[in-house]
T-cell receptor, first 113, second 112 residues
Framework: KAGVTQTPRYLIKTRGQQVTLSCSPI?????VSWYQQTPGQGLQFLFE???????NKGNFPGRFSGRQFSNSRSEMNVSTLELGDSALYLC????????????FGPGTRLTVT | QQQVKQSPQSLIVQKGGIPIINCAYE??????FPWYQQFPGKGPALLIA?????SEKKEGRFTISFNKSAKQFSLHIMDSQPGDSATYFC???????????FGTGTRLQVFP
C-alpha cells in the first residue's frame, strides 16, 4: 500500500507570495492532519480535516488555511509569506478522526527568502 | 497542561548499548502514546505506540515502558545499531482531540 505523498518536496518563495502544498493520504484514510516542523518550535499542529470538514485548528494565524477534497486529498495554503514560515510542512493521515495511528508523508520543505 | 516534556535532547551510545529516552505529560486525558523515528530529510515514521492500560510494549528491539501514576513513559532501544541513529519524538493524544502533541525530540547517535 502506498504511503502518504506530498508535493512538491521543495519550494522556494519570496516574502509576500502565497503557496499551496498538496497531500495524498494512504488509501482508505479519511483524516488528514498538517504539522509544521522547525528547529526552534519543533512539531506543531496546524489543522485536521476529516470528510472534507476542518475539525481542529492549531494556534496559527489566518494566513494558514487548508481544505480537503472528496477523495480525501488535502491542500494547505499559506498567504502573504513571511520569513518565519520557512519550515518543513508535514502531512499525516489516519483512518479515523483521532490522533491515533497517524502516518506521515516526507514533507514539503518551504524556504521563504 | 497540553505539553509533553522529552529528555534528553541528545544521546550518544556505542553499538549494542541501550539508549533510553524519557517523556512526561500532565494531561490525564491522554490515552495514546506513540513514538516516532525521523531520519534527516524524511517525515516521522510511527515506531511503536502504547495505551495506558498496559505498562510495557515490545516490538522487535524497541520497548515502551509506561508509568501511569507518574505520568511518564520511555523508549528503550535494545542492542542499538548505527542505523538507529535518528531523531526520536514522543507524542500523546486523546480520543477527544484529533491532534498529536509532540515532545521536543531526542537526537540519538549510535557509534560502531
Amino acid at each position: 500500500k502506498a504511503g502518504v505523498t506530498q508535493t512538491p518536496r521543495y519550494l522556494i518563495k519570496t516574502r509576500g507570495q502565497q503557496v499551496t502544498l498538496s497531500c495524498s493520504p494512504i488509501s482508505g484514510h479519511r483524516s488528514v492532519s498538517w504539522y509544521q516542523q522547525t528547529p526552534g518550535q519543533g512539531l506543531q499542529f496546524l489543522f485536521e480535516y476529516f470528510s472534507e470538514t476542518q475539525r481542529n485548528k492549531g494556534n496559527f494565524p489566518g494566513r494558514f488555511s487548508g481544505r480537503q477534497f472528496s477523495n480525501s486529498r488535502s491542500e494547505m495554503n499559506v498567504s502573504t509569506l513571511e520569513l518565519g514560515d520557512s519550515a518543513l510542512y508535514l502531512c499525516a493521515s489516519s483512518r479515523t478522526a483521532t490522533g491515533y495511528e497517524q502516518y506521515f508523508g516526507p514533507g514539503t520543505r518551504l524556504t521563504v527568502t | 497542561q497540553q505539553q509533553v516534556k522529552q529528555s534528553p535532547q541528545s544521546l550518544i551510545v556505542q553499538k549494542g548499548g541501550i539508549p533510553i529516552i524519557n517523556c512526561a505529560y500532565e494531561n490525564t486525558a491522554f490515552d495514546y502514546f506513540p513514538w516516532y523515528q525521523q531520519f534527516p530529510g524524511k517525515g516521522p515514521a510511527l515506531l511503536i505506540a502504547i495505551r495506558p492500560d498496559v505498562s510495557e510494549k515490545k516490538e522487535g528491539r524497541f520497548t515502551i515502558s509506561f508509568n501511569k501514576s507518574a505520568k511518564q513513559f520511555s523508549l528503550h532501544i535494545m542492542d542499538s545499531q548505527p542505523g538507529d541513529s535518528a531523531t526520536y519524538f514522543c507524542a500523546a493524544s486523546s480520543e477527544d482531540t484529533d491532534k498529536l502533541i509532540f515532545g521536543t525530540g531526542t537526537r540519538l547517535q549510535v557509534f560502531p
